[in-house]
């Protein structure tokens, strides 16, 4: 007999009946019925009740273990009594009478819990990351994690990828986030850099002649942390191709994406089509550049309604300014005053001064609310018609200028949908979002800037960047949704060094920024090289909408905390004076 196991916690069976077997694993709960002791005995496969009577010779042996003790259980299989039978455990037809139990690691009392996983202050659990992992739901996470990661390399090598590496110690980029920067020993006062993603070298792939390249690709940013955000380090399914134009590459990843979602979906409907939706429209129509599509709602302006009407807030605001306009957000089924005044609230709550609403009551012809009365019945029915309203129903409105209350507009449109019930959080809606702006204004640094990846091919190439306003440009720039969150950001690359050059100089970068920074590249996209294109798909915000979670920390093995520190490990931890010393370098920490 094996010295630890002939069978796993989740492998036994009423078949076994009658076998002598050895387990081995962890106590997950004891349980003592007038004499008779039962042992949840727990390892990676699963779960076993273990029995130990007063006249078994494990029985003293049992007496005195706890939770979390590492046991190791000789003893006879046995069909459990049919009143009995666990229908929620594959192990649940069977038990096991122990005959023998040796203790293989005892433990103190536990620093939190394991059964029964109670809520437990974060840093607690990312201390004891390796209880915690014990728990049954996380545990199952990061066995799914796995799971996801296995099928996204079978389906991208159904579509003809390959995988290739990329260098984890590379050079600084200007762009994107700031970089980890690690010193060189070698070069006194040089750096490298961890790479924020495989951008500049998947293109190389390109160059060097390979296609279909993907990786699943660790990538480094010190970033602050949020829920769906870990702080330092990230993966992401990195992919690009050759000779493609913007529908190839959705052609190529709709099925890997799709795939994924359907076989962890658990029968949840998943998108079949993605649809396209341009970013204008989705700003216009949701509020968000990713905008969760399971919620029904869709704004639509009504300015004209409002302009030169009675109701002077916004009358005023739009005579003063070109640039204003109102945004309505219908209320399916929100057509009370509770309930609007609840959404003024929470409108407040968030910094703003309101949220004006018109409501309509069953059985009443003409809307309801301040609004309404101010803007009259002709108006207030005009809105009504163009939204498609009904008894019942509610109508919500923001005023301004879109570019500064568009992404309340879109939070406002959430909380409708939530609040009344229209999200059916039982799907997985996805779509593309396309046509990005080339360029945005950075008001803090008063200039044009890229507003995605600096190496994408504007739309209309060096002509469009000659001629056109640069805020007015657009690229080949294109991100996948999914509920709510941007899970994947791609392009068509620029591969055209003029154009490069010209793309650079308008948000201010000249040719020798160029060369120091990106002078690999440059040299690489004036010897031939392809027209190409690809996306990275976040990995890690993938296996989080898969397992129904809404923090990344409950689907990583060894997240650090909020405060991007490893409770676990002690990082960030202060070099010695020998390493720095090797490193040619003094800390001069602020005061």
């Known amino acids: 007999m094996h010295r630890y196991r002939t069978h796993t916690c989740g492998a036994l069976r009423a078949e076994d009946d009658g076998k002598t077997v050895r387990l081995s694993g962890w106590v997950h709960r004891v349980r003592d019925h007038g004499g008779l002791l039962f042992i949840d005995l727990r390892d990676h496969y699963g779960l076993t009740q273990i029995v130990?009577?007063?006249?078994?010779?494990?029985?003293?042996?049992?007496?005195?273990?706890?939770?979390?003790?590492?046991?190791?259980?000789?003893?006879?299989?046995?069909?459990?009594?049919?009143?009995?039978?666990?229908?929620?455990?594959?192990?649940?037809?069977?038990?096991?009478?122990?005959?023998?139990?040796?203790?293989?690691?005892?433990?103190?009392?536990?620093?939190?819990?394991?059964?029964?996983?109670?809520?437990?202050?974060?840093?607690?659990?990312?201390?004891?990351?390796?209880?915690?992992?014990?728990?049954?739901?996380?545990?199952?996470?990061?066995?799914?994690?796995t799971r996801i990661i296995a099928k996204l390399r079978d389906l991208m090598s159904e579509e003809g990828f390959a995988e290739y590496q990329t260098p984890i110690l590379t050079a600084s980029s200007p762009e994107g986030a700031r970089d980890f920067l690690v010193p060189s020993r070698l070069y006194p006062g040089k750096f490298y850099a961890l790479p924020q993603a495989p951008q500049q070298f998947k293109q190389l792939i390109m160059v060097a002649g390979f296609d279909r390249y993907f990786q699943i690709a660790p990538c480094f940013r010190?970033?602050?942390?949020?829920?769906?955000?870990?702080?330092?380090?990230?993966?992401?399914?990195?992919?690009?191709?050759?000779?493609?134009?913007?529908?190839?590459?959705?052609?190529?990843?709709?099925?890997?994406?799709?795939?994924?979602?359907?076989?962890?979906?658990?029968?949840?409907?998943?998108?079949?089509?993605?649809?396209?939706i341009a970013y204008r429209d989705a700003i216009r129509l949701y509020g968000s550049d990713k905008p969760d599509l399971r919620n029904p709602i869709e704004m639509a302006e009504v300015t004209e309604h409002f302009a030169g009407s009675?109701?002077?807030?916004?009358?005023?605001?739009?005579?003063?300014?070109?640039?204003?306009?109102?945004?309505?957000?219908?209320?399916?089924?929100?057509?009370?005053?509770?309930?609007?005044?609840?959404?003024?609230?929470?409108?407040?709550?968030?910094?703003?001064?309101?949220?004006?609403?018109?409501?309509?009551?069953?059985?009443?012809?003409?809307?309801?609310?301040?609004?309404?009365?101010?803007?009259?019945?002709?108006?207030?029915?005009?809105?009504?018609?163009?939204?498609?309203l009904r008894d019942g129903d509610a109508v919500f409105f923001v005023a301004g200028n879109p570019a500064d209350f568009y992404g309340f507009a879109g939070n406002a449109r959430q909380k409708v949908g939530a609040e009344l019930g229209l999200v059916d959080e039982n799907r997985f809606e996805l779509a593309w979002i396309v046509d990005f702006p080339m360029y945005e204004w950075n008001e803090?640094?008063?200039?044009?800037?890229?507003?995605?990846?600096?190496?994408?091919?504007?739309?209309?190439?060096?002509?469009?960047?000659?001629?056109?306003?640069?805020?007015?440009?657009?690229?080949?720039?294109y991100d996948i949704v999914c509920n709510g969150y941007e899970i994947g950001s791609g392009a068509i690359r620029n591969h055209r060094a003029e154009i490069m050059k010209r793309a650079f100089a308008i948000a201010g970068y000249g040719e020798d920024v160029l060369e120091a920074k990106f002078g690999g590249m440059l040299r690489a996209l004036q010897f031939g090289a392809p027209p190409h294109g690809g996306m990275a798909a976040g990995v890690d915000r993938i296996v989080m909408l898969l397992c129904g979670t809404r923090n990344l920390r409950e689907i990583t093995m060894f997240p650090m905390n909020q405060q991007a520190q490893d409770p676990l490990m002690g990082a960030p931890t202060e070099a010695t004076p020998k390493q720095l010393r090797e490193l040619h370098l003094r800390v001069n920490k602020p005061a």
């Open 52 to 145: 130990a009577d007063p006249d078994s010779p494990a029985f003293q042996a049992a007496e005195r273990i706890r939770a979390e003790w590492c046991l190791r259980v000789d003893g006879i299989v046995k069909l459990r009594e049919p009143g009995t039978v666990n229908h929620n455990l594959p192990t649940g037809a069977i038990e096991l009478f122990a005959q023998e139990i040796e203790v293989l690691s005892d433990a103190p009392e536990l620093p939190m819990p394991v059964f029964g996983e109670p809520d437990y202050p974060e840093d607690t659990r990312l201390k004891y990351r390796f209880l915690d992992l014990r728990r049954e739901t996380l545990h199952r996470n990061i066995v799914r994690r």
């Open 222 to 276: 010190d970033e602050d942390p949020r829920a769906d955000r870990l702080p330092g380090e990230f993966y992401q399914l990195d992919i690009e191709m050759s000779f493609v134009e913007q529908e190839d590459v959705f052609a190529a990843m709709e099925p890997v994406i799709r795939g994924v979602f359907e076989a962890f979906a658990d029968g949840r409907p998943v998108t079949q089509a993605f649809p396209r």
């Open 310 to 388: 009675g109701f002077r807030v916004f009358a005023n605001m739009i005579a003063a300014d070109e640039n204003v306009q109102v945004w309505a957000i219908p209320g399916p089924g929100g057509g009370n005053r509770a309930f609007c005044d609840r959404m003024n609230a929470w409108a407040q709550g968030e910094g703003q001064p309101g949220l004006g609403y018109i409501f309509f009551r069953e059985g009443e012809e003409s809307g309801a609310g301040p609004v309404a009365k101010n803007l009259g019945p002709e108006r207030t029915d005009a809105i009504r018609q163009q939204l498609g």
């Open 444 to 477: 803090e640094e008063k200039k044009v800037d890229f507003s995605h990846n600096p190496f994408s091919m504007p739309q209309g190439g060096l002509e469009a960047l000659d001629t056109l306003d640069p805020l007015a440009v657009k690229a080949f720039q």
